[in-house]
């Protein structure tokens, strides 16, 4: 799970220091407000990680990607390219991650639950992204690949803490080429140093963190009358989140269940979407039907006890809306993150706070992390009230509320106590309520004088 987050120069913020991240992280704040930014961050790093391409130091996105974002001048604060852009990321282990020596498989030479990692990247002479430095840390100890001077093509490694050292092979004194991508050791480092081979899991785990990194965006495909299905097992739910169909049917063939305690039978993924379906009052029944016998289905539902089933074409668009959410919070691997941007566009407001409850549910139930931004004052009552009634920890939650000020965001964590009260809560968190209500009641005496009463 990423615990904590810190970044300089990128987009609209300067800087964030040591952002902590929790099981549900909520951003809040106006249009614009750098909100989209943050998710967008971990976004251009799990495409970066995903890309095959072992020499570009961060890959800035297509309309293919989760994260279009352009060239290193867009991203950069500022647009100026003589800034340098940095970032610091903190995640914790499932299990111990150790470390064992070289010369002797059996000892470990050190272990940790919490795994660091950060990057300085910015624009070469020749135009092309350079990384000058990154590093890992793990249980006390820092092992960091810089520039050699002003070289962009010389590095050096680095290993900082107790009872360890780097020790350079026989007749292999040459510097190290530059980092693969910006969080990569080089092949070379294994061939220079005798006890430096454990380093490339360093990066496997960098990889493997972002590998359990899972996007939907808060665009959805219009539902069709029916879908095609090919026998593939999606990871995810895409982008718009058109692959649903394909996870549900992959979920039914894997014969995925939902954990509910012991003694209690496990629900499948399918039952249980349609059981949150139906307690989120969008409909009383869901099913996916195989047309026939070929590989064609169709998304069904009912709308009350009584009414007829129909396509999922013919009902409101909230619960092709939500689906994707939904089924996502509850399919990907245990111990995932989820980015959702907007997760309550198109939604009834009672259907927006409803989603809380899901978030809760799937970090109980599947050990996911969630981490959304949103407009949804609705979503974030909900949290705050189940906080107040004991069903979620004010620790397992990390709301934010972001602002433009000055041309440059700022990052404003909320206080919430064990009453789900917001200590600080800003002004015109969601608009000036109040301010509306003095203006209509001004305006509605106006006019009662206007009209002699």
Avoid at 94 to 103: C, L, M, R, S
Avoid at 154 to 181: C, I, M, S, T
Avoid at 345 to 351: A, D, K
Avoid at 393 to 411: H, I, K, R, V, W
Wanted: net charge neutral.
């Amino acid at each position: 799970m990423l615990k904590e987050l810190s970044v300089t120069n990128f987009k609209s913020w300067a800087k964030i220091s040591k952002m902590p991240l929790a099981p549900i992280t909520g951003l809040f704040g106006a249009n614009s407000s750098g909100k989209t930014s943050i998710l967008q961050l971990l976004l251009m790093l799990k495409q970066t990680v995903e890309s095959p391409d072992r020499a570009q130091a961060l890959i800035f996105g297509d309309e293919k990607t989760p994260a279009n974002l352009g060239t290193f001048r867009d991203v950069v604060f500022q647009h100026e390219p003589a800034k340098t852009l940095s970032w610091r990321l903190l995640w914790e282990f499932a299990h111990p991650f150790a470390v064992t020596d070289p010369a002797h498989v059996k000892q470990v030479l050190f272990a940790g639950r919490e795994l660091t990692f950060e990057a300085e990247v910015a624009e070469g002479t020749s135009g092309r992204l350079l990384v000058k430095r990154m590093s890992y840390e793990i249980a006390d100890r820092r092992f960091t690949m810089q520039r050699q001077g002003v070289s962009e093509t010389k590095y050096e490694l680095h290993a900082e803490g107790a009872d360890f050292q780097l020790v350079r092979n026989p007749g292999r004194p040459w510097p190290l080429p530059a980092p693969v991508k910006c969080y990569g050791f080089p092949d070379q480092v294994k061939a220079y140093f005798q006890n430096a081979g454990f380093l490339a899991d360093l990066q496997l785990a960098f990889e493997e963190m972002f590998g359990r990194v899972y996007y939907l965006g808060p665009l959805r495909e219009y539902p069709q009358r029916q879908y095609r299905w090919a026998g593939s097992e999606p990871a995810d739910m895409g982008r718009r989140g058109e692959r649903v169909v394909d996870a549900l049917l992959a979920a039914r063939q894997a014969s995925i269940t939902i954990p509910l305690g012991q003694g209690t039978k496990r629900p499948s993924l399918e039952v249980y979407v349609a059981r949150w379906l139906k307690r989120l009052g969008l409909i009383h029944s869901f099913s996916v039907e195989a047309i026939t016998d070929s590989n064609l289905y169709r998304v069904r539902v009912q709308r009350t006890p009584t009414s007829a089933s129909v396509l999922i074409t013919d009902v409101g668009f909230g619960v092709s809306q939500i689906l994707p959410a939904l089924v996502l919070c509850f399919y990907v691997p245990e111990g995932s993150t989820i980015v959702l941007e907007q997760p309550e566009i198109h939604l009834h407001p009672s259907v927006q706070a409803g989603l809380a409850d899901v978030f809760i549910d799937a970090v109980k139930r599947r050990k996911v992390q969630i981490i959304f931004e949103s407009h949804s004052e609705h979503l974030l009552r909900r949290l705050q009230r189940r906080v107040a009634e004991g069903d979620v920890a004010p620790e397992s939650t990390a709301l934010y509320f972001c602002q433009m000020n000055d041309g440059q965001s700022e990052l404003t964590p909320l206080t919430v106590d064990l009453l789900g009260s917001i200590e600080n809560w800003p002004k015109d968190f969601f608009g000036d309520e109040f301010g509306e209500m003095a203006a209509m009641t001004t305006a509605a005496m106006k006019r009662k004088k206007a009209m002699g009463q």
